[in-house]
């Protein structure tokens, strides 16, 4: 069971809700807080391997994402739903790695079993 699942719904460029999401991953891990996190919708694009964010006025994310992937432990896990990536119709290949692809009964045991749930 985590203490905290941080959903990430949202793409990285286009609403400042990923960015945020890293920014309280980040606080979570620094702080030792069990945690899970979980990658949905148009959130799977966080994990996408050399992301460009063009002329969106955004700060690329990529390597922050890629940071967090790199030093999980047993007290930080990152799951990415497959449903998620096929409706996107991004290859796996074109993918991070360093994370778990659940299914829906994946999800749905991962969020179910946080205590606290934020949604980005």
Do not use: W
Not at 8 to 22: C, D, G, H, L, Q
Not at 32 to 38: A, L, W
Not at 85 to 94: H, P, Y
């Amino acid at each position: 069971m985590s203490e905290l699942c941080i959903l990430v719904r949202t793409a990285p460029y286009s609403k400042i809700n990923a960015a945020e999401a890293v920014r309280h991953i980040n606080g979570a891990v620094a702080n030792n807080v069990k945690t899970s996190v979980v990658f949905v919708d148009d959130g799977v694009y966080c994990l996408k391997d050399n992301q460009e964010m063009g002329d969106s006025g955004f700060t690329s994310i990529s390597a922050a994402v890629g940071q967090i992937i790199e030093h999980k432990d047993e007290m930080l896990k990152i799951y990415m739903h497959k449903g998620s990536l096929n409706e996107c119709g991004i290859g796996s290949e074109r993918m991070l790695s360093g994370f778990e692809v659940v299914d829906d009964n994946g999800l749905a045991r991962v969020v179910g079993s946080a205590k606290t749930l934020m949604i980005f």
